[in-house]
């Protein structure tokens, strides 16, 4: 009995080592990649802000209310490939992996293509939404050309989510690493006026985004094309389109989708009511969430790795290598929480004057970014689990527990705490910190529920 114990214990440790191991070195390349992501987002929000106060308040509200809205959507949308193809692998169907990458090219575009044309009416969604004639106006025009560049970021999406499933994440870093470098030079010259060029402000930096995302989707897509074993993948084997054979990936884009767009919708009212605060407090609230998208981005990384990790032991069948592995995910995130957290509550003031040198925007700022830090904890640890059950492909339940979270619960409290009483731009990181506590707890449970608790149906 002692023996068997003893044996018993060091496979369980000799698993968690293995487990672990694969996730950490998972995880790198996708945090680089992630955060390459976040890089794009802060280059931009610097630039403007530094260009213009007025200015990085229209590219908030354009982004937080519709272009990152439709974004956070498409990439629900594509989920479907990132877990479909992590099970294939998982399981050694190979030629199952390129067939669904075929499925997912042509519904990028297209819901690539329903974005774009949802962008062309930005102003008046703005407006609709109780924004002042001027931030609808301003908002609008940058919205209206960011619309170009939507399609693109699908189209590079259902790639880069296929190579993660066939855990090759390290092209997506290396070439965001490239868009980095170019979005950097762009901003330069088309924000700030150089090489012969007018001085464009916030709608030069759109611009530059859409060169970006051109140049991420053309490449990711040539190096899926000309990089990978197109014979082991089956890339241009003759794939099954029809409506009824890629309903999966459609089934669990549908309620990632619908998950990301009620989360980040909730997000969005917060937007909406930094901008009845006024244009300070909406451009203090724009840096804040930039400002914490980096740490976010990082742990996003290691969401898409569990992700990954959970849905290959699905396709190998193993519920406790399921479990384990969102287990790691979530142990792995909060040891990289804790010094994060650490530099947003020691240097606020400092991180908010890298963006802007306007004393006042920095003294809003300042202390949304150090609240910031227990926001961090809380949204991220639920981010994996999140990831955890879509890996796991439980489908609408996470999604059920997201309306209850981040409409139910974050909207109202965001108003009452607000302007009812009177936190202002406070209140709106306070409701994040209640509801992420809430969705974490709810996540949580449903996971081990699943993994450890609840018999696993088989899979094909």
Known sequence: ????????????????????????????????????????????????????????????????ALASTLIVAIIGLLMGTMVLTSTAYGAEDYKKC????????????????????????????????????????????????????????????????????????????VLMLIANILNIFLNWTLVWGHLGFEPMGVIGSAWATNIVRIFLAISMLCYVIFALDREKFGLFEKADTTWKSWKKLRHIGYAAGFTNTVEHLGFAALYIFAGLLGTISLGALTIAFTTFGVPFMICYGVAGATAVRVGIALGRKDR??????????????????????????LFPTQIASLFSTDVLLIAATAPLIALSAWMLFLDTAQTVIGNALRGAQDIWMPAIFYIICYSLVMVPLAYYLTFTLDHGTIGLIECIIVASFLSISLLLSRFLYLTLLKKQPDHD
């Open 1 to 64: 009995m002692a023996t068997l114990e003893a044996q018993y214990g060091k496979w369980d440790k000799d698993r968690i080592k293995r487990q672990f191991s694969q996730l950490v070195s998972l995880s790198v390349p996708i945090i680089f990649q992630r955060l390459g992501i976040m890089t794009l987002g802060i280059v931009d929000t610097a630039m403007v802000a530094r260009y213009s106060t007025i200015e990085v308040g229209y590219q908030g509200i354009a982004n937080s």
């Open 98 to 173: 390129g067939r669904i990458w075929r499925r997912s090219i042509p519904y990028s575009l297209v819901i690539g293509l329903v974005g774009f044309v949802i962008c062309l009416f930005g102003e008046p969604i703005l407006l609709f939404l109780g924004q002042t004639e001027d931030v609808a106006r301003g908002g609008g025009e940058v919205i209206a050309v960011l619309s170009i560049g939507i399609p693109m970021v699908a189209l590079m999406l259902s790639s880069q989510f296929f190579l993660e499933g066939i855990n090759r994440p390290l092209p997506g870093m």
């Open 320 to 345: 406790q290598d399921m479990a384990l592995a969102g287990l790691c995910g979530l142990a792995f995130n909060g040891m990289i929480c804790l010094p994060l957290m650490v530099i947003l509550i």
